[in-house]
């Protein structure tokens, strides 16, 4: 098992930026591909950006370019800095994990990752 919490969630201007850390225990982080999703009001979650075990990093277009995606593996904690934030990033941001044995996949789709956060506000004003 591995549990995940995120944190770094809050409310910011349009523009604005915002840095959400998810801290993972109970198995060897270094093990897992780890990945941002997010889900807005009405929608269905979507793939925000995941970084490989080996620090390989994919992104959505939608926010390719302003955010970045990061891992500590000494913290086990993985990161995403968001910047130029817009209102449509308004969103529940979720924390994943998957297991590979690859150092540079890392999965898109969400089917494919085993353990998830409980989820962070994030809320951008216009």
């Known amino acids: 098992q591995v549990q995940l919490v995120e944190s770094g969630g809050g409310l910011v201007q349009a523009g604005g930026s915002l840095r959400l850390s998810c801290a993972a225990s109970g198995r060897t982080f270094s093990n897992y591909a780890m990945g941002w999703f997010r889900q807005a009001p009405g929608k269905e979650r979507e793939f925000v950006a995941t970084?490989?075990?080996?620090?390989?990093?994919y992104y959505a277009d939608s926010v390719k370019g302003r955010f970045t995606i990061s891992r500590d593996n000494a913290k086990n904690t993985v990161y995403l800095q968001m910047n130029r934030l817009k209102p449509e990033d308004t969103a529940v941001y979720y924390c994943?994990?998957?297991?590979?044995?690859?150092?540079?996949?890392?999965?898109?789709?969400?089917?494919?990752?085993?353990?998830w956060g409980q989820g962070t506000q994030v809320t951008v004003s216009s």
């Open positions: 970084v490989s075990r080996g620090a390989r990093t």
């Open positions: 994943a994990a998957h297991t590979t044995d690859t150092y540079y996949y890392a999965a898109y789709n969400e089917q494919l990752y085993d353990y």
